[in-house]
């Protein structure tokens, strides 16, 4: 669980679906440093998983945002995006089920 404080203070993602072929084109996600806002996984790891697979084989709620399955390449749980508390930033990982995770930046971005 990430300390109310470090919620309070970290910055808010906004994220934007730009392109698919299910999801509306200017649908919209919000998190902050406790998770996705509104999931009702509401873990409050600081975790937002996506993917196409609503719940698991205990009947848990296992992704903040469901993909529909029509949704060509997604996988059941397609993709993880971490906030980390030691950097103060958010990070997105492919979980490796479907085929890749791909992300547009708008703003030059310094490679280290």
Do not use: W
């Not at 409050?44 to 945002?65: P, S």
């Amino acid at each position: 669980v990430i300390p109310k404080e470090e919620v309070d203070n970290a910055p808010t993602l906004n994220i934007e679906v730009i392109e698919g072929l299910v999801l509306e084109r200017g649908t919209s996600l919000k998190m902050n440093a406790a998770g996705m806002i509104g999931s009702k996984r509401n873990a409050q790891d600081g975790c937002l998983y996506m993917g196409t697979a609503f719940q698991g084989k205990d009947d848990q709620v296992i992704n903040d945002f469901q993909i529909d399955e029509r949704e060509t390449g997604m996988g059941k749980r397609h993709l993880i995006i971490k906030y980390s508390m030691d950097a103060g930033n958010y990070f997105i990982k492919d979980m490796g089920d479907g085929t890749g995770t791909f992300i547009r930046i708008d703003r030059p971005l310094p490679i280290k």
